[in-house]
């Protein structure tokens, strides 16, 4: 079973990224948020690619569901973090973040 100690360790060590109060929530963030935990501990929204939500929705529906909203029709899904272990939420975590890098600008000729 993860837990909240387990998601900020696992950002933490995600190249780039910050830790930052955000409304009531925690966020990770690279150039963007790419995750978000929530004030009690309990469940994490992860910015993925629609169809990666649409995988983990429909794999683990008791675990990912995409927020009842605008946002989750963008890709931003909640996590229940006591259903996920360590390793599956690493997996996650490290998905969401590779969406927040920053662009690579392309180099100018020279």
């Known amino acids: 079973m993860a837990n909240a100690d387990d998601m900020r360790r696992i950002a933490r060590t995600l190249s780039g990224t910050t830790e930052a109060p955000h409304f009531d929530r925690t966020a990770f963030k690279v150039a963007k ?9 309990q469940t994490a929204n992860l910015k993925l690619a629609p169809e990666e939500q649409e995988f983990k929705c429909l794999l683990a529906p008791d675990v990912f569901a995409p927020l009842p909203n605008a946002w989750g029709k963008q890709g931003w899904t909640t996590t229940r973090l006591a259903a996920l272990d360590v390793a599956e939420l690493s997996n996650a975590i490290e998905m969401a973040w590779r969406h927040a890098l920053p662009k690579k600008r392309p180099r100018r000729g020279g």
Do not use: C
Request: charged letters at 10%.
């Open 33 to 41: 948020i790419y995750a978000t935990l929530a004030s009690d501990g």
